[in-house]
C-alpha cells in the first residue's frame, strides 16, 4: 500500500519528494501554493489532468486517462458502464413523485481549515447530483464556503441534511451530529433527525460510479418510494 502525502490542499512537499515517484498526477487544486513549485523544482515527473465538474467533463477526463496510459479499451468501458447507470439513475427519478422533492443542504467538515461549511447552494457537482437524486439544495445566503453560520443555516432551513462521511463520523452519531453543527437543530433537518450520511468524494466530482451514487443518494432522499438499482 502507497503512504499516504496528507489532503491534497495540505500537503507536503518534502513527503512526496521522499516517495521518489516516477509520476505525479494532479488535478490543478492541490496546495498549499508552494507545494508545486517545489516538487516541480526537484525535477519530479508532473501531469496535471482536468476536473470533472459535469458528466461531460467526467467522460473526457476518462478518455484522456485511457489514452494517456495506453488502455483507451478500458476507459471507454468504463463510460460505457458510466453511461448506463445514469440511464438507470434518470429511469429511477422518473419514479419520484415531483411534488415530493425535499430542499436538501451539504455539511461538510474541512479538514484543511478545521471548519465545518455548507457545501452546497452555490450549483456546484453537490447541488447538481442533488437535482438528479430528486432533491433541491437549500439556499445558503451566507458570504463565503469556509465557515458554518448557524443563522443561515437555520435559515435556509434544510429538510435533509447530508453530512460527509468525515465530518459526521467526527461527531461520532446522529444526535451529537444535530446538536454539536451550528444551526442544524434548528432546521427540519434536526428536528426530524433527517440526516444522512454520504461519501465526499463522491458529491465534489462526477465519475465512473454517479449513476450508482445518485441512485443510492436518492434512496436516502425518498426511502418511501423503494427506488431500487437495476
Known sequence: M???????????????????PTLVIH???IGPETVLPQITKAGLNIKAFGGANTIDSAKLLLTELGNYFGVKHRSDSVIQKMEADLKLAAAAL???????????????FGRANNVYFVMSGRNGVGDKIIALAGGRAARYDAKG??????????????????????GYDQMGSMDKFISGVPGVSLTNAGRNKKIVRFEEHDLVY?????????????????????????
Open 27 to 29: 488535478s490543478n487544486d
Open 145 to 166: 464556503a469556509r465557515q458554518i453560520s448557524a443563522e443561515a443555516v437555520a435559515e435556509a432551513n434544510p429538510d435533509i441534511i447530508i453530512a460527509t462521511d468525515f
Open 206 to 230: 462526477f465519475g465512473p460510479r454517479s449513476g450508482q451514487n445518485i441512485i443510492k443518494l436518492m434512496q436516502l432522499l425518498h426511502p418511501d418510494a423503494h427506488v431500487q438499482a437495476q
Open 94 to 108: 422518473q419514479k419520484i413523485n415531483p411534488a415530493d422533492t425535499p430542499k436538501v443542504m451539504i455539511i461538510h
Open 2 to 20: 502507497l503512504k499516504t502525502v496528507g489532503y491534497h490542499r495540505a500537503l507536503n512537499p518534502e513527503g512526496i519528494i521522499s516517495m521518489e
